[in-house]
């Protein structure tokens, strides 16, 4: 697989240029199969690819470079000032806890958790979807793979 793929699978589930998202000076590490196993730019590893479903997992590099890629409030998750400290630290994100979300987000979707202006976390993967987690007063929302913190 090479950087071109990379990039369509960027656009396929993030909804960016993937040329923007993942510049020509952008280095593709592949697996023996052939397979992609993860993307870096200047140095930092932005995602790596998940051999269940072809699709990438957001490094804390990555999701700050999609979230200035998108805007608000696309593939976001708002959470409340009062669990800041624990979605930076890595812990999980909690539907009760949530002010906003993009309509769009499924479940099992890579998402950027952020506050409510708008600065970054962490990010992690939707357990919910946006609708579910609206309704919802209990139940984990999104599970967390980087707080800002280095958390997890």
Not at 34 to 42: A, F, K, L, S, T
């Amino acid at each position: 697989m090479s950087l071109k793929q990379a990039r369509k699978i960027a656009n396929y589930q993030f909804g960016v240029n993937g040329e923007k998202f993942l510049p020509s000076s952008s280095k593709v590490k592949e697996r023996r199969t052939g397979n992609i196993r993860y993307v870096e730019y200047e140095g930092e590893k932005l995602g790596y690819l998940r051999t269940n479903d072809g699709l990438f997992t957001l490094s804390i590099a990555g999701a700050k470079r999609l979230k200035n890629l998108l805007d608000y409030p696309k593939n976001r998750v708002v959470i409340q000032k009062e669990v800041e400290e624990f979605i930076e630290e890595g812990k999980s994100a909690f539907a009760k806890h949530v002010i906003e979300v993009d309509n769009q987000i499924r479940s099992r979707d890579e998402v950027l958790v952020v506050n409510n202006d708008d600065k970054l976390l962490g990010n992690g993967k939707a357990i919910l979807s946006a609708p579910e987690i609206k309704s919802f007063e209990k139940g984990m929302a999104v599970d967390i793979r980087n707080g800002i913190k280095g958390g997890k």
